[in-house]
């Protein structure tokens, strides 16, 4: 993969390439997506992909009102808060 | 069931002297709380048990080996966690994997180093090699760890342990930090056949909280007549090769009839497992971005420097080259080119079953073509070390139930065996591995003991 195509790559996974990440992540995604190119030598023409081995259909529920216990702890494990919600950097 | 366990509490000073030091050696636990409180009602009553770190129990942290979740305590029990301890099982420690479940070795971890209680120079395999090594230095007597494509069965194989991975669904997913969510399960390692079997059936069924979790169906129960072996197996260690040779010798004597099979699309199951796991990895390792929980970097200009720096920082190279590889097969222009093709793959290699069990009750395999290698060991690097999964990631593209079971020792080292049966067919592994060893009993790591509990 050329470092363009892998740039666009990790810009899309919100990942910053660093010094030296250039190199040593580019060399194992490329040798990665190498290796999965072999799998063009086996014939899968006409066949279904398989999404999901034992999943068949899908499931729904009523739509009943519950209460949720770990709302407060889950809120508690933000970084940083104030109150009930949640503080990040400016957006505006 | 192993009576000595259940005097653990009464015991613990005595546990504790022989524990820690222990531990000390070879790094199973990322948390580790022997006195946390014991149950007195249940089947399982009073038995401690380890948790991998990327699974749910309340009160403890839950860091799936990542400096990304280094500081995060869970409010909640998974599924599995809770129906264990609703049976009497206390849990004691959460224990080392690669970050997130990604490797062969334990050696991903960010926040630990495993070794292998049977020679401390070796891993522990992975990515639940806590869990494993923990049951094996007689820490616990069984641990949960979660399966993807082996890590529960090749770090068991690794220490000389059991290693279950069941059907897909039969164990809940409700509160495992989410990986490859189509191909992974929670799995259950421990040295005695009969507990692990109780906590399988303690844990399993299907969950209002994961909509993929199923009962298990019990029509497929029956005696095993049968055992498909692979034919012209070859890039084995030999003493991986001297152990299954000794293996379908002693099963043969055991009166199954051995039949010889073949998987066509064998040599394509790893290519299309890590096409398929890296895809969904990166799905769903996008929610961890520093600003609900998680590392967040000390200073951000804005909300997107926020999350890139939180995920640059937190993540290491592995996940980062899992994560891009993902991102990258799914791209628009690429995704028939190799996530399809996979998916495809797949397809065949469960018509490949299909097959085999048309002729076979169940299929062995060795867990792993090497044992348990050397920290740090050249020539198992992280992309060998994928090359090495094939005979373990077919189960998890097919959805069907493995069990890696102890088969002998070689060079002072334990070697394990896997067998593979149709989905729901859980008993039939569980059932030829408990005549293998009445033959061969499971051998005992050097340096551990139950003494504490005299």
């Known amino acids: ?92 | 069931m192993p009576s000595d366990w259940t005097r653990f509490s009464a015991k613990l000073e005595a546990y504790k002297a022989y524990a820690l030091p222990l531990e000390k050696t070879i790094g199973s636990f990322l948390s580790f709380r022997p006195d946390s409180p014991a149950s007195s009602a249940g089947e399982l009553a009073g038995i401690p048990f380890a948790v991998k770190d990327n699974i749910a129990v309340e009160g403890f942290p839950l860091t799936c080996g990542s400096k990304m979740l280094a500081d995060v305590i869970s409010p909640y029990d998974a599924t599995v966690v809770a129906r264990i301890k609703a049976a009497g099982a206390h849990v004691i420690g959460k224990t080392n994997l690669d970050e997130f479940g990604m490797g062969s070795s334990t050696e991903n971890s960010a926040l630990g180093r495993t070794s292998n209680p049977w020679d401390a120079t070796r891993v522990a395999g992975g990515s639940s090699g806590g869990s494993a090594a923990a049951v094996a230095a007689g820490l616990v007597p069984f641990a949960l760890g979660t399966d993807t494509g082996g890590s529960v069965r090749q770090p068991a194989a690794f220490c000389g342990v059991y290693g279950l991975k069941p059907t897909y669904g039969v164990l809940s997913r409700y509160g495992l930090t989410a990986y490859a969510s189509s191909l992974e399960t929670p799995g259950i390692v421990a040295k005695d056949l009969g507990l692990l079997e109780t906590v399988f059936h303690a844990a399993k069924g299907r969950d209002p909280n994961d909509q993929t979790s199923l009962d298990a169906e019990s029509s497929t129960a029956r005696p095993v007549k049968t055992i498909a072996i692979l034919d012209g197996l070859s890039d084995l260690d030999p003493a991986v090769t001297a152990v299954y040779e000794q293996t379908i010798e002693h099963l043969k004597e055991l009166g199954y009839q051995l039949v010889a099979v073949t998987l066509p699309t064998l040599e394509y199951a790893v290519p299309a497992y890590y096409t398929i796991a890296m895809a969904e990895a990166s799905a769903n390792l996008a929610r961890f971005n520093g600003i609900r929980y998680g590392h967040r970097p000390v200073y951000a200009e804005n909300h997107e420097s926020l999350v890139r720096q939180s995920r640059t920082e937190g993540f290491g190279d592995e996940v980062k080259m899992r994560i891009m590889v993902g991102t990258y097969v799914l791209r628009s222009g690429f995704q028939d080119q190799f996530y399809t093709k996979a998916q495809k793959v797949r397809t065949l290699i469960r018509n490949d079953f299909a097959k085999v069990f048309g002729q076979a009750d169940a299929l062995l395999t060795p867990t792993f073509p090497v044992p348990a290698f050397v920290h740090g060991d050249k020539t198992m690097n992280e992309f060998q070390q994928k090359l090495a999964d094939k005979f373990t990631v077919t189960a998890n593209l097919a959805g069907i139930p493995a069990l890696s079971f102890p088969a002998g020792l070689a060079g002072g080292l334990p070697i394990g065996m896997q067998l593979a049966a149709p989905a729901f067919a859980e008993a039939r592994l569980l059932e030829v591995a408990a005549a293998f060893a009445g033959r061969v009993p499971v051998a005992d790591c050097p340096g551990t003991s139950l003494d504490w509990s005299k």
Do not use: C, W
């Not at chain 1, 030598?41 to 081995?53: I, S």
């Not at chain 1, 729904?60 to 970084?79: C, G, K």
């Open chain 1, 1 to 92: 993969m050329d470092t363009r195509e892998l740039e666009t790559t990790a810009a899309l996974a919100q990942i910053e390439l660093r010094e030296g990440d250039l190199a040593r992540l580019g060399e194992a995604v490329s040798q990665m997506l190498a290796y999965f190119e072999t799998m063009n030598a086996l014939d899968t023409e006409g066949l279904e992909p398989t999404t999901h081995a034992l999943v068949k259909d899908n499931r729904t529920r009523p739509d009943s009102v519950a209460e949720s216990i770990l709302a407060d702890a889950l809120i508690e494990q933000a970084p940083e808060r104030e109150d009930r919600f949640v503080v990040i950097p400016n957006v505006l």
